[in-house]
């Protein structure tokens, strides 16, 4: 399974699509932060903390997920190694979980120059060191989890297709409605006492309650379970090929 998931990893790094997904996350990230004047912008909003980035990095994360995990399995697929790769001495959730792991390592590394960032508004605050460091932590690691899911949409929308761009698309819609679709639905106020529930079942009510520093087991649960079912579903589409 190790030789499978460096296998993945280098496979992006090995591409120039790679560099590219990173780069564009990092350069979307930094213009809001610095460049682009209002609010978002740290040195207009005269305030020390890094809360732009928690803002923004959801929705880049939506396309950057999808993007580096779109040839998961559509290459397999279309190149037909998929079968063989099936015939392994590797278990489908071991295959399955090592694509997984290789798109949530490289988000990571996506992530992780970021922290040049609080460093940076560490130092600007006044006194220097007048960070909220708990609640960024927070934010971090509900980012993390936040991606986390992400990637496991990305990887079963791989699954659906032979076609990058395809599953690319669909994982972008998926990963939209995860995250936004059930709270619009719940702001219709239809469904009276269930709109709460509905409201619970999308990623950014439990991504917001992280991002405030208290680390509720609840929404940890959440997304272990968001990330679970999607891989799940990945296996149950890569079984029907095997009937």
């Not at 509900?142 to 986390?148: H, I, K, P, T």
């Not at 990887?155 to 936004?180: E, K, M, R, T």
């Amino acid at each position: 399974m190790i030789t499978l998931l460096v296998k993945e990893i280098n496979s992006f790094l090995s591409s120039l699509i790679g560099y590219i997904v990173i780069a564009v996350f990092l350069t979307v990230i930094s213009l809001f932060m610095w460049i682009f004047p209002g609010n978002m912008n740290i040195l207009e909003a005269g305030y020390a903390n890094i809360d732009t980035l928690f803002i923004i990095a959801p929705w880049v994360f939506m396309f950057l997920a999808p993007a580096i995990t779109m040839k998961s399995f559509s290459e397999e697929q279309r190149t037909g190694t998929l079968e063989l790769l099936l015939t392994k001495p590797l278990s489908d959730i071991q295959i399955i979980f090592s694509k997984f792991m290789a798109g949530f390592i490289l988000v990571l590394f996506a992530l992780i120059p970021t922290l040049v960032y609080y460093y940076t508004v560490n130092d600007l605050g006044y006194p220097p060191g007048n960070v909220d460091t708990g609640a960024m932590w927070g934010s971090y690691l509900g980012l993390l989890f936040l991606s986390g899911g992400f990637v496991s949409i990305g990887i079963f929308a791989s699954s659906l297709s032979d076609n990058q761009l395809i599953a690319f698309i669909i994982g972008v819609f998926l990963s939209f409605i995860c995250y936004v679709g059930f709270e619009q639905i719940a702001s219709f106020e239809l469904f009276g006492t269930l709109d709460s529930l509905i409201m619970n079942l999308g990623i950014n009510e439990h991504y917001i309650s992280m991002s405030r520093g208290v680390i509720d087991t609840r929404d940890a649960l959440y997304f272990l379970s968001l990330i679970t079912f999607f891989l799940l579903l990945t296996r149950l589409n890569i079984q029907r090929r095997k009937w």
